[in-house]
């Protein structure tokens, strides 16, 4: 069982910059491949970054491409999101999610159903 708890949410100004932190408790975290998802009022869920168990692959959702980055500390159990240049567009809750993996191939995951465990979500509002 993993517990997955986010953080550096906050309200910002478009052009911006916030670092988001998934940190996670339980067993074997350099294990999981991470992913960051986010859902903005009205919309559906977007799965806009993922990291492979190894950190050797990424996935970046065209929209955040170039500007958010992905990352992880297998010695601290975090996942990061650092984004720059923050529009209005970005405003979403931020979700963290974490798959299982047997360590295996350099595989990052994109659909939310392949995620075993999820945050409870941070708010990220961007103001104009």
């Known amino acids: 069982q993993v517990q997955l708890v986010e953080s550096g949410g906050g309200l910002v100004q478009a052009g911006d910059s916030l670092r988001l932190a998934c940190t996670a408790s339980g067993r074997a975290f350099r294990s999981y491949a991470m992913g960051w998802f986010r859902q903005a009022p009205g919309k559906g869920q977007e799965a806009i970054a993922a990291?492979?168990?190894?950190?050797?692959?990424?996935y970046y959702a065209n929209s955040v491409k170039g500007r958010f980055t992905i990352s992880r500390d297998n010695a601290k159990n975090t996942v990061y999101l650092q984004m720059n240049s923050l529009t209005p567009e970005d405003t979403a809750v931020y979700s963290c999610a974490a798959k299982e993996t047997d360590y295996s191939g350099n595989y990052y995951y994109t659909r939310a159903w392949d995620y075993e465990y999820w945050g409870q979500g941070t708010q990220v509002t961007v103001s104009s």
């Open positions: 990291i492979s168990w190894s950190g050797r692959s990424t």
